[in-house]
């Protein structure tokens, strides 16, 4: 089954205003990244966060992680135009060499 | 100078043909994968290499058989393309962690992707 589950599906904001998209999982995880994708491009990695880490920043991008609650958001602050990407978490069980992703959040920034 | 490289970026065919698609790394990785996404952004590994050796086989048709032949390059060789195989297919490399209780999650690289239509 899958292992990350983004909420909510999608999400329509102004520019300027927060985004926050929210991940649930299901298993133990050592981490858990997001990454983001343009319409028609690859995915490209945004954070990382760690499973003894709460709280991670980058720029205007921050992370929380909750592994009690199996959770991690994804908050973008002053959001542009150019934010209008899917965004996608992805965990890691363990090794480094599988990721499980989640279904994503479709974050669309209206200028 | 792009770190991972696909070929075709678009790909039509019908169902029935044999098709390949070729993925470069630059990055001197050592871990090689592919993935499949669907119409609804859902993304799922297929396959993943290490040093041009098979580390992840997840529950895929044999039809798909990929091949390594050093560790810059994995492509993935398609048999008998079905009507369910039309998707984007995604190229992605990281470097492997070597020490595994270091708890060192990889970013992964990718590709811009394949996207296959099979009519």
């Known amino acids: 089954s899958q292992q990350g589950e983004e909420d909510p599906q999608a999400l329509s904001i102004q520019e300027g205003e927060n985004a926050t998209m929210n991940c649930s999982y299901k298993?133990?995880?050592?981490?858990l990244q997001w990454y983001r994708q343009n319409s028609g491009r690859g995915l490209v990695h945004l954070i990382l966060?760690?499973?003894?880490?709460r709280e991670k920043h980058s720029g205007r991008l921050r992370v929380t992680l909750d592994t009690s609650k199996k959770s991690s958001s994804l908050l973008i602050t002053a959001s542009r135009a150019a934010d209008t990407a899917s965004y996608f978490c992805?965990?890691?069980?363990?090794?480094?060499?599988?990721?499980?992703f989640g279904e994503g959040t479709q974050l669309t920034v209206n200028p | 100078d792009t770190a991972v490289s696909q070929t075709p970026k678009y790909l039509v065919t019908q169902m029935g043909n044999d098709k390949s698609i070729k993925c470069e790394q630059n990055?001197?990785?050592?871990?090689m994968y592919w993935y499949k996404q669907d119409s609804k952004k859902f993304l799922k590994i297929m396959f993943s290499?290490?040093?041009?050796?098979?580390?992840i086989n997840e529950t895929v048709p044999n039809r798909f058989s990929p091949k390594s032949p050093d560790k810059a390059h994995l492509n993935l060789h398609i048999n008998s393309l079905e009507l369910g195989d039309s998707a984007v297919y995604f190229c992605?490399?990281?470097?492997?962690?070597?020490?595994?209780?270091?708890?060192?999650?990889?970013?992964?690289?990718f590709g811009p992707g394949t996207r296959l239509l099979v009519l």
């Open positions: 992605a490399s990281s470097q492997r962690s070597l020490v595994a209780s270091a708890r060192r999650a990889q970013t992964q690289y």
């Open positions: 298993t133990s995880i050592n981490n």
């Open positions: 966060i760690r499973s003894n880490e």
């Open positions: 992805a965990t890691d069980g363990g090794g480094g060499s599988r990721l499980t």
């Open positions: 990055l001197g990785h050592d871990t």
């Open positions: 290499y290490n040093n041009k050796e098979l580390i």
